[in-house]
């Protein structure tokens, strides 16, 4: 469970790593660092899909029947 948080939180991390290359990227990388800032940003998005739809759902009970 705690595994699943922590995946979720490295991809919020890489999606404002991929923005921040996204936005002031050129003086680190470059004229051409929007194909790179995508990538970040994709890789960020798939980290946060595979941590589980879990996270955002209500924890149910355990005294509900």
Not at 47 to 56: D, K, Y
Request: charged share 15%; with cysteine.
């Amino acid at each position: 469970m705690r595994w699943q948080y922590a995946s979720f939180a490295l991809g919020i991390l890489v999606c404002l790593i991929g923005a921040l290359v996204m936005v002031a990227g050129e003086s680190i990388l470059g004229e051409n660092h929007t194909g790179i800032a995508t990538v970040i940003g994709i890789v960020g998005i798939g980290l946060i899909a595979t941590s589980g739809p879990g996270l955002l759902k209500p924890k149910k009970s355990k005294k509900e029947t």
